[in-house]
């Protein structure tokens, strides 16, 4: 069984966040409703849209307000996001070393893809694997979900939330949580990850000392 390490996409491998907040307020202020400050769309982000949005517009359509988002989102996602910087080159240094690469997100499998080929992160990933009805993280599904996908045996769940590391402590993995994300050193610090850095370059040597234990 070839060894796996799992990432979150969003505020993970991918800088998407401006790209999420300003779709999440153009559907709201197109409803007619206040648009959330950063500090608010912090808390959101990462939750399931319908979450987003019964917070944001309490007493809302919630359904209509999801709809919207997934109508307008996919056309804008890639507008401002790209790869952080050394992912593409951590991600095919991992495949060469013979890890798979699997993404476990929030997003819908198909809009996730859509991501991953816009910002060209399509080759170096092994698969990405959407929440898709799967109860939500920290719940560790989809994390399992996205190993059981490729027979892989995880050892890092990577991600830039504390729902990103409740989930991949539940599944069983070490935990690395990155703070170029959406929730802030502090507040993944309180969650108790294996790992807490500023970015992923400590992944490579992590998964080396794992390898020699």
Same mark, same amino acid.
């Not at 045996?153 to 830039?160: E, F, N, S, T």
């Not at 507040?187 to 000392?209: C, F, H, K, N, S």
């Given at each position: ?11 993970? &491998? ?24 950063? #500090? ?6 990462? /939750? ?11 007493? #809302?359509?919630?359904? /209509? &307000? ?67 009805? &799967? ?10 979900? #996205? ?42 610090? #309180? ?8 970015? &992923? ?13």
């Amino acid at each position: 069984m070839r060894k796996a390490v799992v990432f979150d996409l969003d505020g993970t &491998l991918v800088d998407s966040l401006a790209d999420i907040r300003a779709s999440f307020r153009h559907v709201l202020r197109q409803a007619g409703y206040p648009e959330p400050d950063d #500090a608010a769309m912090s808390r959101l982000i990462g /939750r399931p849209l319908a979450e987003m949005f019964r917070e944001a517009a309490p007493g #809302a359509d919630e359904s /209509r &307000l999801v709809a919207a988002f997934r109508d307008y989102y996919p056309e804008h996602l890639a507008d401002h996001s790209r790869p952080y910087p050394g992912v593409p080159e951590l991600l095919a240094a991992l495949g060469s070393a013979g890890y798979l690469r699997v993404v476990a997100t929030t997003k819908k499998t198909p809009v996730a893809e859509k991501l991953v080929a816009a910002v060209g992160l399509e080759g170096l990933l092994d698969h990405v694997q959407g929440t898709d009805g &799967l109860p939500p993280k920290p719940a560790p599904d989809v994390v399992l979900a #996205a190993l059981e996908a490729v027979g892989g045996q995880g050892l890092w769940m990577v991600g830039d939330t504390v729902h990103d590391i409740g989930a991949g402590r539940a599944a069983g993995l070490a935990t690395y949580a990155v703070t170029w994300g959406n929730h802030d050193a502090a507040t993944l610090a #309180a969650a108790g990850p294996d790992r807490l850095e500023p970015d &992923l370059g400590a992944l490579g040597e992590l998964l080396t000392e794992r390898e020699a234990v």
